[in-house]
């Protein structure tokens, strides 16, 4: 299936959409298969213990999820979350994450995906994520 928006299209909509937000994520890369972005992590995102909270890592995998899906149908903003289910793996480092999100089935009201979640300097992944997003009709 043909992508719907380019990653310049993301940023846009982000900014128009979630202007409180925009800044921290950057889309760096799209195709059909998976988009990856980058959520810059700052000192309000640790937790004790000098690692990434898990609230944290959840924000970015639904964020990212919600971006794969509208790569495939366009700019819906009424696109919103109805599952997820998020697996912490292992201590993520303080420092920017990296989510690789994959659209596993797209269908007229549902999508289904998943997101691996990555530490920048990690060769493991630290969470996975399995995601359900409710499509607007229209």
Do not use: W
Request: net charge neutral.
């Amino acid at each position: 299936m043909a992508l719907k928006m380019t990653i310049e299209d993301m940023h846009r909509f982000l900014a128009d959409v979630f202007p409180a937000v925009c800044d921290i994520f950057e889309v760096q890369a799209m195709s059909e298969e998976e988009i990856t972005v980058r959520m810059k992590v700052s000192e309000r995102d640790i937790r004790p213990g000098g690692t990434v909270s898990g609230p944290t890592m959840f924000t970015l995998a639904d964020v990212s999820y919600y971006l794969a899906t509208l790569s495939h149908i366009g700019p819906k903003a009424l696109t919103v979350t109805t599952s997820c289910a998020i697996d912490f793996m292992r201590k993520p480092a303080a420092t920017d994450l990296i989510a690789k999100a994959r659209v596993l089935k797209l269908g007229k009201v549902l999508s289904v995906g998943d997101v691996m979640i990555y530490s920048v300097g990690m060769d493991k992944p630290v969470a996975h994520a399995n995601l359900t997003y409710s499509i607007p009709k229209g």
